[in-house]
């Protein structure tokens, strides 16, 4: 998520520049530079727009999040017991029933045309299939060994949110 904002915010600041290129050379009425920062402006525009629209599906998912899967932490123990989670490092992924957040790539489902067709829940992975009429794609995410009420609550979750009876894996 971070790193799509970084990307955001770059995009964002080379667009600033290339226009204020073009208006500089504009004024400056140098005609033989005007192209250079326009076509950048008009390019890094295009860019800032489609990683906005990743920034927003990105933060749906977030927010209606049906599971998020920390791989790594690194924890730091105290003498009184406390925990403290320093950092986190790996992939995070968030499951919605938008779509999936896995770090900085957003699957998205049940918009544009694109839907969920199947949920598989293991108690290690889950399989989500999603596509249009003709193409489909299937995630594996590995999520780690969860118990039977685990289980059981997680497809119970995944019926409510997504209206997909999830199917139980055999592992």
Known sequence: MQTIRRRLFLFAAISTV???????????????????????????????????????????????????????????ATTEGATKVLTSGGIEVYISCFGILLDTKVIRFNMDGIHLTSVEIGHESINLSYGREKKSQTVCILHGAVGSEELENLMKRFRYETGIVPALKDE
């Open 18 to 76: 290339g226009m204020a290129a073009f208006f500089w050379c504009f004024l400056q009425k140098r005609l033989v530079l005007l192209w250079t920062p326009a076509i950048l402006g008009i390019l890094s525009l295009g860019a800032l727009m489609w990683e906005y629209r990743k920034y927003k599906t990105a933060i749906l998912i977030k927010e209606n999040k049906i599971m998020h899967i920390q791989t790594a932490t690194i924890e730091e």
